[in-house]
């Protein structure tokens, strides 16, 4: 009973997340992606679930035990991560009750046919109850990512921009009820201008930069070395001291930022970087109380000091050696 009452509802939160504009800002993150994977499974932000927790907050109150209610949430968590992928086709007589990927593959497509279908998380009756079902199609190759893609790199533009979006139709809007249909109503209620204008206001008309393959290297590395450290976090968050908490969260915050800066080539990433990298080394000496690794950030801050200056410059010309 508990398992379909909260995958009804997940029908219902996946689907309004889709239908108003506010829920949309938090999600839209999630179907960013051009490609098809594992990796999109894990493209959330800390909005969508604060959202999708307030669907749930309820359910104890009905008397359903706390050990249950974490067991099936743990459920609708890891399933939908083996349904983002292109690698498994048709599974025959599944399909008719199950989210396979082939049906999350259509619900990730931005083709006309398959747009605002297939919400369900774990069951499929939903949709099809509830006439939003649609079977992927041989003819109708899924094509993934948003109706009108993004092509900006950067952790805050990724996250914010719907609700920049939001705010400028707002503004713009003329009554009381046309404004709260900029925050409650439909996507389709944003005019798809009002992005180009807001990537022209904030870029300045600047075009996405191809990197060479040694900076996507070190972003990779850098990648990497943060999913690490998230992890690391992840299992031992609970045994370690508030400041410790503080600097290895302000290292993954300052990495996803950076991460983005980089892949735009953006001049202002230099400090946040030289930021970074010694919150990681100061975090490595709290954590393992290494004198060497205070030694190192010892270090680390007396070159920052002595050759910030020649060092920004270095990094400003290697950008622009990129950008020809």
């Not at 705010?167 to 439909?186: D, E, H, V, W, Y």
């Not at 954590?287 to 801050?301: D, Q």
Request: glycine residues 6%; proline residues 4%.
């Amino acid at each position: 009973m508990l398992f379909l009452f909260t995958d009804f509802l997940w029908y219902w939160y996946h689907r309004y997340s889709h239908e108003i504009n506010l829920l949309w800002a938090a999600h839209v993150v999630h179907h960013q992606s051009e490609d098809y994977n594992f990796t999109v499974a894990a493209r959330i932000t800390i909005f969508q679930a604060v959202f999708r927790s307030l669907f749930w907050a309820f359910i104890p109150l009905l008397g359903f035990p706390p050990f249950m209610m974490t067991a099936i949430l743990l459920i609708h968590g890891v399933y939908p991560f083996f349904s983002h992928t292109q690698t498994v086709g048709n599974l025959g007589i599944l399909e008719r009750l199950f989210v396979t990927p082939s049906h999350h593959r259509v619900h990730h497509s931005s083709n006309e046919i398959y747009l605002d279908k297939n919400y369900g998380d774990i069951l499929i009756i939903w949709d099809k109850l509830f006439g939003t079902f649609i079977s992927e199609q041989k003819e109708e190759p899924c094509v993934y990512g948003l109706t009108k893609p993004i092509h900006r790199y950067t952790f805050l533009w990724q996250h914010f921009h719907y609700l920049f979006e939001i705010g400028l139709s707002f503004k713009r809007a003329k009554g009381f009820g046309n404004k709260m249909r900029t925050i409650f109503g439909k996507p389709d209620d944003i005019q798809p201008e009002i992005r180009e204008e807001l990537e022209e206001r904030i870029f300045a008309g600047a075009k996405p930069q191809v990197h060479a393959q040694a900076l996507s290297r070190y972003i990779f590395f850098q990648s990497m070395l943060t999913m690490t450290l998230l992890f690391f976090f992840l299992l031992y968050g609970n045994y370690q001291q508030l400041i410790q908490l503080v600097i290895g969260g302000g290292f993954i915050l300052c990495s996803v930022i950076c991460i983005g800066g980089l892949l735009e080539h953006e001049d202002w990433v230099f400090p946040l970087e030289m930021l970074r990298l010694f919150l990681l080394l100061l975090y490595i000496g709290l954590t393992f109380y290494s004198p060497l690794g205070l030694v190192l950030v010892g270090c680390f801050a007396l070159i920052q000091l002595i050759f910030y200056r020649p060092l920004a410059v270095r990094y400003k010309k290697v950008l622009r050696l990129e950008r020809r």
